[in-house]
C-alpha cells in the first residue's frame, strides 16, 4: 500500500511537548560532581601465573587505572602542585610488579587497589589487569576489581 502524501494531515505537537529552546527544565542540574584520572593500558613485564611455564618467564600485563574523586579535589589553580598525580599511579603500580611474584591477576590487581584507595578524595575506582598474549585467537585475558 502507498502512502498519499498529499492527503496526510500533520498534527502540530501542543507547545508543552516541544522542546525549550534555551532553558532546560528547572529540575534539569547539570553541574560537575566527580572528576576521573584515567592511566590505561599501562604495559608492564610481570612474573605472574601459576602454571610451570609461567613461573619464572615474566609476561606482559596491561594495567588500566580509573580513579573518579571528589569534586573537592579538583585543582584550584592551574599549577603542577593542584594536579592529582598520574606519576603516582604509574610509579605505584611499577613498585607493586617488581615487588613479588604473583599466581594471580586477582591478587596483584587488589594491591594496586588498596594503594590508590587510601589516598584522599578517592571515591570510585576500577583496576584492570589483561595479559594480551595468551591465546593467539584472544585479544586478551584479564580481570577488573571495581567499587562500583
Known amino acids: 500500500m502507498t502512502a ?4 496526510a494531515t500533520v498534527v502540530p505537537l501542543p507547545a508543552s511537548h ?3 529552546a534555551h532553558h532546560p527544565p528547572a529540575h534539569h542540574d547539570v553541574r560537575p560532581r566527580t572528576h576521573r584520572v584515567h592511566l590505561h593500558n599501562l ?3 610481570a612474573d605472574i601465573g601459576f602454571h610451570d611455564f609461567e ?7 596491561l594495567i588500566s587505572v580509573d580513579v573518579t574523586l571528589d569534586l573537592a579535589q ?3 589553580s592551574d599549577t603542577r602542585e593542584e594536579a ?3 606519576d603516582f599511579i604509574r610509579e605505584g603500580i611499577l613498585t607493586c610488579v617488581a ?3 604473583y599466581n594471580l591477576q586477582e ?3 587488589q594491591e594496586i587497589f588498596a594503594m590508590i584507595a587510601r589516598c584522599p578524595g578517592v571515591i570510585a575506582l576500577s583496576i584492570s589487569s589483561r595479559k594480551p598474549d595468551v591465546y593467539p585467537d584472544a585479544q586478551s585475558v584479564g580481570i577488573t576489581l571495581s567499587s562500583e
Open 4 to 7: 498519499n502524501i498529499e492527503s
Open 18 to 20: 516541544l522542546p525549550a
Open 43 to 45: 604495559c608492564v613485564d
Open 55 to 61: 613461573i619464572g618467564t615474566p609476561q606482559r600485563l
Open 74 to 76: 579538583w585543582p584550584r
Open 84 to 86: 592529582w598525580n598520574y
Open 99 to 101: 615487588a613479588r611474584r
Open 107 to 109: 591478587t596483584l590487581v
